[in-house]
């Protein structure tokens, strides 16, 4: 019992240091990229929420903002980017190309990157203020600070699977 | 603007040239496939012609005009620096018998564009060094840009599976 209780208090401290933390790599392919570039610059400073640190390797990140649209052909390179990311990873998709293909309907563009990977945060706009963007900081902030993004939840169930099956 | 490129190419090669017309300034020819190649050599080696720029080479697709004699229509821009002169080459192609002669011989620039014309609406170029598709990738089946091409059919590839998150 007194285990049990030690675990999920430094749990949320872990995740506590995670959510003022994120190490984002930017996977940037459209024009949103002016809006990531003035939601990173001092002006609007997502330093503020601790996550002013691009890093160009998905191995020293663990946030990754898709930030524009997701052609088909490209598809398979989002998801290599996206296994090779530090666990645990979050995801947030920037702008509507990225959340559900946006206005392209057709042949070349996947309709949302979650018909590749999970994604926690959606933020929508074409393309998004910067405020949205801190707004959608924010709410993973706040789901990772309670544990409910989804690799989180999936490492918990994974934990207990194990536990149980080790019972 | 050029009607002296429209007269002289008339006078050379006569009924070679299907029809010519001249609209908001801008000069065409229609011509066979046949006969495009012997055509475009002309005015890119002729010194009064001098065409030495390839501007754009596509494709029209013409399904469901009011006036459609044949489905596809390939299209070439050519321009001359030096004589500051333009024109426009149509080449009317029936649906089953996409074929035409490169024209990537006469100018290398427009080795990419009939490939990208390839990609997108099926047609061949006889002769070409590297017929293959230039943007899209192997696993894709038809052409995107035909309009008989549904919107939503993609082919993908990667998907997740979904789970119950």
Same mark, same amino acid.
């Not at chain 1, 309907?105 to 949302?112: A, D, F, K, R």
């Not at chain 2, 001098?50 to 390839?54: R, V």
């Given at each position: 019992m007194g285990l049990e209780i030690t675990t999920t208090k430094l749990e949320d401290l872990a995740n506590w240091g995670r959510k003022f933390s994120f190490f984002t790599y930017p996977f940037i392919t459209a024009c949103c990229g002016m809006e990531f570039m003035s939601v990173a610059a001092p002006k609007y400073d997502i330093a503020r929420f601790g996550a002013e640190f691009p890093r160009f390797s998905p191995r020293q990140s663990d946030l990754m903002m898709v930030v524009g649209t997701i052609t088909e052909k490209q598809g398979p390179a989002l998801k290599r980017v996206y296994d090779q990311l530090a666990e645990p990873k979050f995801v947030i998709a920037f702008g509507v190309c990225a959340s559900t293909g946006g206005f392209y309907?057709?042949? &070349?563009?996947? =309709?949302?990157i979650d018909q590749i990977i999970p994604v926690d945060v959606y933020i929508p706009g074409c393309p998004p203020r910067p405020e949205q963007v801190l707004d959608g900081v924010m709410l993973l902030q706040k789901k990772v600070a309670e544990g409910r993004s989804i690799n989180q939840v999936r490492a918990r169930r994974e934990a207990l699977e194990r536990q149980s099956e080790g019972v | 603007m050029s009607q002296a490129v429209l007269d002289a190419l008339k006078s050379k090669f006569g009924d070679a040239i299907l029809s010519a017309e001249s609209k908001h300034r801008d000069e065409s020819i229609t011509v066979a496939p046949a006969k495009l190649v012997e055509v475009c050599t002309f005015l890119r080696d002729d010194d009064k012609m001098?065409?030495? &720029? =390839?501007v754009f080479l596509t494709c029209t697709d013409r399904l469901g005009l009011p006036d459609e004699t044949h489905r596809f229509e390939v299209v070439v821009q050519l321009r001359s620096v030096s004589k500051r002169h333009r024109i426009r080459i149509k080449v009317p192609l029936e649906e089953g018998k996409l074929k035409v002669p490169t024209l990537s011989g006469l100018w290398a620039g427009f080795n990419w564009l009939e490939r990208e014309t390839y990609d997108m609406y099926g047609v061949e170029f006889e002769g070409h060094p590297d017929m293959r598709r230039i943007y899209l990738y192997e696993e894709f089946e038809g052409f995107p840009l035909r309009k008989d091409f549904p919107k939503d059919r993609r082919f993908p590839l990667a998907r997740r599976e979904w789970t119950d998150e």
């Open positions: 309907q057709n042949y &070349s563009v996947v =309709p949302g | 001098a065409f030495d &720029s =390839p």
